[in-house]
């Protein structure tokens, strides 16, 4: 089974931008659709966004117009561009197939101050 491990996280003053990794041990282009989930404390986990193996991209309603999703198969990893960063968008990032399928990482920590 492919292994899929997240960077990028860090600090950022809200309107900041950040860019997150999705590094997959194999091949990528062998998961259909790779999504990108958060976890906020206290919250369930939520999806953020999704791009399958042609291209086709979904966004949740609350990050529309601020991230942007990509994934480069020749490198095996998935982005996220995050760009006018809000507090609310505090969380850890994770990211898996549109099933949540495969096993979960550790995610990697995003926090925006206000």
């Known amino acids: 089974q492919v292994q899929l491990v997240e960077s990028g996280g860090g600090l950022v003053q809200a309107g900041g931008s950040l860019r997150l990794s999705c590094a997959a041990s194999?091949?990528?282009?062998?998961?259909?659709?790779v999504a990108w989930y958060r976890q906020a404390p206290g919250k369930e986990r939520e999806y953020v966004a999704g791009?399958?193996?042609?291209?086709?991209?979904v966004y949740a309603d609350s990050v529309k117009g601020r991230f942007t999703i990509a994934r480069d198969n020749a490198k095996d990893t998935v982005y996220l561009q995050m760009n006018m960063l809000k507090p609310e968008d505090t969380a850890v990032y994770f990211c898996?197939?549109?099933?949540?399928?495969?096993?979960w990482g550790q995610g990697t920590q995003v926090t925006v101050s206000s």
């Open positions: 898996n197939d549109r099933w949540g399928h495969l096993n």
């Open positions: 194999g091949s990528i282009s062998s998961i259909n659709v």
């Open positions: 791009i399958a193996v042609g291209g086709r991209t």
